[in-house]
């Protein structure tokens, strides 16, 4: 069994930084693929970057790439989400997931079936 744990989300204005982490307690991150999502009021859910469990294959999507980085570090047993140049449209409640049914490449980030954490907040003012 996997428990994940968002935090760091916060409040920033525009253009400022926050980096999310994602801890996992029950089983090593290191084993499959960890993703974010994000979910705004009202719109649909978003993958927004995923790592592959090797730590080489990353996926942005085009909504965030050049703005967000996602890097492990697995003696933590933590996945990071670091966020620069944030804009208000990145307001969302950030997830992390994982599982076996979770797939990475650099052009793709698919979610079937796994574990979820509870969110972290994310609001970014103009």
């Known amino acids: 069994q996997v428990q994940l744990v968002e935090s760091g989300g916060g409040s920033v204005r525009s253009g400022g930084s926050l980096r999310l982490s994602c801890t996992s307690s029950?089983?090593?991150?290191?084993?499959?693929?960890v993703g974010w999502f994000r979910q705004a009021p009202g719109k649909e859910r978003e993958g927004v970057t995923c790592?592959?469990?090797?730590?080489?294959?990353?996926y942005y999507a085009e909504s965030v790439k050049g703005r967000y980085t996602i890097s492990r570090d697995s003696a933590k047993n933590t996945v990071y989400l670091q966020m620069n140049s944030l804009k208000p449209e990145d307001t969302a409640v950030y997830y992390c997931?994982?599982?076996?049914?979770?797939?990475?490449?650099?052009?793709?980030?698919?979610?079937?079936?796994?574990?979820w954490g509870r969110g972290t907040q994310v609001t970014v003012s103009t």
């Open positions: 997931a994982t599982g076996a049914k979770v797939y990475c490449s650099e052009n793709h980030f698919e979610y079937s079936d796994g574990w």
């Open positions: 029950g089983s090593t991150l290191d084993y499959y693929v």
């Open positions: 790592l592959g469990s090797t730590g080489e294959t990353k």
